[in-house]
């Protein structure tokens, strides 16, 4: 018979190797690094093919890691960034349509489950830097209360790079924050630096053998102070660094791109640094098109694709999307299976160890077999946007192949071509060098002949495929247009009166669609939240 001694000593080894076991799991778990980009156009990196705008870490990370080159989002800012976090469709949770304006009582409903609340169950520490514009009328539907352990930026769709003020109807305040706290003392630095240093010093605190997931959501390439103004650093030396750029706003465009660029090879070297670079996720997107003209224009360039941000034009929604991680068994590739914003959801809580069964119902779609081991996309289809007020919508099917849009624009001409291509005398040589030597690149430390990464640059290239656009490829909301994107990715040709098969199907599942849309709240900025009334800050407003 056991001693009581003995039976203590027993119960202690048990519990030793237990914890032991359970810290061991969750240190296995990978790090996740979600950097999004704000409106940035398909050809504002150098992995598409442009050379007016070097982005060598962005590019780095792409050769050596997964090119997702038919990834789609929704056209807009807070319709992707709800769909990202849940896995929803957003017209399930009504926030399709117009982003939530600053002072608007709009936010991602309070009991749909987000991905930083499920990682938290599993044992992450989760963070957001940057961008929330998910809702923040009151202090439960801001970022503290919907998963994240801490916030570091700003509530509404954009700030000043500067100032850091938003601006909401006609009024404007301070709107950057650390968790509910305003943040006074940072006015005066570049917001593109700044969020990246608070993602180096939370990552540097960071305790390595817990698992981290950190959403990095940057300003750049949005429009800044006011929703009008492209902010960079120091203009003397854009003007000389991009002076083979014609158009100014170009300019300044190419230099928030740049500064984008330094971000991402900043976070890469501090993830080598802590040693967390061999066992991380990490994933850069771009939330929606580039808004070339118009509404909180930002000389993005879409090119030669159709179409801005705002429309399900593939200008809108089609978007740059890389993924690395050591974890991934065959890298160095450009993927060009379908794959939705929605689906990060799922796929980013599989690569966490979770059982996506747990997440219910969504419309996302777990992909992390086909990052890891290049299993075939488990997505044929995808809604990818209805606008019940606007009266436009989109439908694409057939992995990838066929598109049915009814209605498209939120403005006049918001459909049609625009941006610079970037390629020709006009702009420097592709610098496949400024590649090799980036930090993003020494950081990873895997040597990929030269020949190897231009031919992924070649693969990843949409050349151009423009033409007139007939009167009869006008779509509004009273006619419908059918496109073969396989054979027409600019969408120059509309084949609906000879594919009307392809037609019936798809708008069948747009009815469909229709039957769980949940109604948008009309568009109202709440006078009662002026920020001066809170001390000239954007506040919770309708709290107690």
Known sequence: MLTLNLWKCLIIICLYFTIKTTSSQIAARPHIILIVA???????????GSNQIPTPNIDALAYNGIILNKFYTTPSCTPSRAALLTGQYPIRLGLQGIPITAGENQHLPTNVPTLPEKLQELGYKTHLIGKWHLGAAFKNVTPT?????????????????????????????LDLHFN??????????????????????????????????????????????????????NVENNDERFGYIASKNRRLYAGMIHELDKSVGRIMEILAEREM?????????????????????NWGSNWPLRGLKMTVHEGGVKNIAVAYSPLFQYREQVNNDLFHIA????????????????????????????????????????????????????????????????????????DLYYGEHGRGDSSPPYDINAVISSPAYVAIGKNIPVNKMLQLRKKATLENCRKPISPDNKCTSKNWCLYDLFEDPCETTNIASTHPEVVDRLSGELRRAWTYLKPQKPKFVDPAANPIYFNNTWYTWLDD
């Open 343 to 414: 689906d990060l959801m799922p796929t980013i809580y599989a690569a966490a160890g979770g059982d996506v069964e747990d997440l219910g119902t969504i419309d996302g779609i777990n992909q992390w077999q086909l990052l890891t081991q290049n299993a075939g996309s488990k997505r044929s289809e995808s809604l990818l946007h209805i606008d019940e007020v606007k009266e436009c919508a989109g439908y694409i099917s057939d992995y990838g192949r066929y598109k049915l849009i009814n209605g498209s624009t939120l403005f006049e001409d918001y």
């Open 180 to 233: 509910h706290e305003p943040i006074w003392n940072r006015q005066g630095n570049y917001v593109t630096d700044l969020l990246t240093k608070e993602a180096e010093v939370l990552i540097w605190k960071h305790n390595v053998s817990e698992p981290l997931f950190l959403m990095l959501s940057h300003l750049a390439g949005h429009a800044g102070r006011k929703g009008e103004d492209l902010e960079v650093p």
């Open 38 to 48: 704000d409106d940035v156009g398909w050809n504002d990196v150098g992995f598409h």
């Open 145 to 173: 209360s919907r998963g994240f352990d801490s916030h570091f930026g700003y509530w509404n769709g954009y700030i000043g790079y500067f100032d850091h003020e938003a601006k909401g109807g006609n009024m404007t305040g």
């Open 277 to 297: 670079l061999h066992n991380s996720l990490v994933v850069f997107i771009s939330d929606n098109g580039a808004q070339t003209v118009g509404e909180h224009s």
